[in-house]
């Protein structure tokens, strides 16, 4: 099975732009949980969907939004782009179904100058 | 509350075991999981646990898992110098549905 992918891999962008992250998770996996990894806060949790619906959120301000497809693909953006918003964007995909076993692509790289 | 900590840095000799250990606060946990992270890349899931069973081997990894004093350990044995990444442990909840929890990350150096 092919494993999850994210696309672009790498953006620059300047503050104030809006930007769209994608992701396709593993095939037949329903769920994607999005993260942000910066080295000052680590991983955090910005939001997970299931079947096309926002299931849970973290605490993360309303720039940061997400949606997802009937086919699970999902898509993250990010609005009124800050200098902090710099940082790796991982998203993962489980079964969505009881054990919550992810497994995580390889990121996009945000940089905001 | 929800935290996860690990110690940040573990260098060892190639060929020796490493271990890496990882506490957390929320007894209702239900995985726990082991994360590698190469530079530049995302998390490969290492192995997990579920919170009622005390160990798990898998190859030249062992998971140990204390309840009593929520602690957990990631033994690597005959460690080798590809095995030097960030690791980070990560804790599920139940009813937080699609969230891990993740520790700050160990980052382990092997010395040839």
């Known amino acids: 099975k092919a494993g999850v992918t994210q696309t672009p891999r790498y953006l620059i962008k300047t503050r104030g732009q809006q930007v769209t992250l994608s992701c396709s998770p593993i095939?037949?996996?329903?769920?994607v949980s999005w993260y942000q990894q910066t080295p000052g806060q680590g991983l955090q949790f910005l939001f997970e969907?299931?079947?096309?619906?926002?299931?849970n959120k973290g605490n993360f301000p309303g720039r940061f939004s997400g949606r997802q497809f009937s086919n699970s693909r999902s898509e993250m953006n990010v609005s009124t782009l800050e200098l902090g918003d710099s940082a790796l964007y991982l998203c993962?995909?489980?079964?969505?179904?009881?054990?919550?076993?992810?497994?995580f692509g390889p990121g996009t790289r945000l940089l905001v100058l | 509350g929800e935290d996860v900590e690990q110690s940040l840095f573990l260098s060892v000799r190639e060929g020796d075991s490493s271990v890496i250990n990882c506490t957390y606060t929320?007894?209702?946990?239900?995985?726990l999981y082991w994360y590698k992270q190469e530079p530049g890349a995302g998390l490969q899931l290492l192995t997990y646990?579920?919170?009622?069973?005390d160990m798990k081997q898998d190859q030249r990894l062992t998971v140990l898992l204390n309840k009593k004093d929520k602690h957990l350990s990631l033994r690597i044995a005959d460690t080798q110098t590809g095995d030097s990444a960030i690791y980070f442990c990560?804790?599920?909840?139940?009813?937080?549905?699609?969230?891990?929890?993740f520790g700050q990350g160990t980052t382990l150096q092997v010395k040839p």
């Open positions: 990560a804790e599920s909840i139940p009813g937080n549905t699609g969230k891990l929890i």
């Open positions: 095939s037949g996996h329903r769920s």
């Open positions: 969907y299931f079947s096309e619906t926002q299931r």
């Open positions: 646990i579920f919170s009622n069973m």
């Open positions: 929320d007894s209702s946990s239900t995985y």
């Open positions: 993962a995909s489980s079964t969505g179904q009881g054990k919550e076993t992810q497994y």
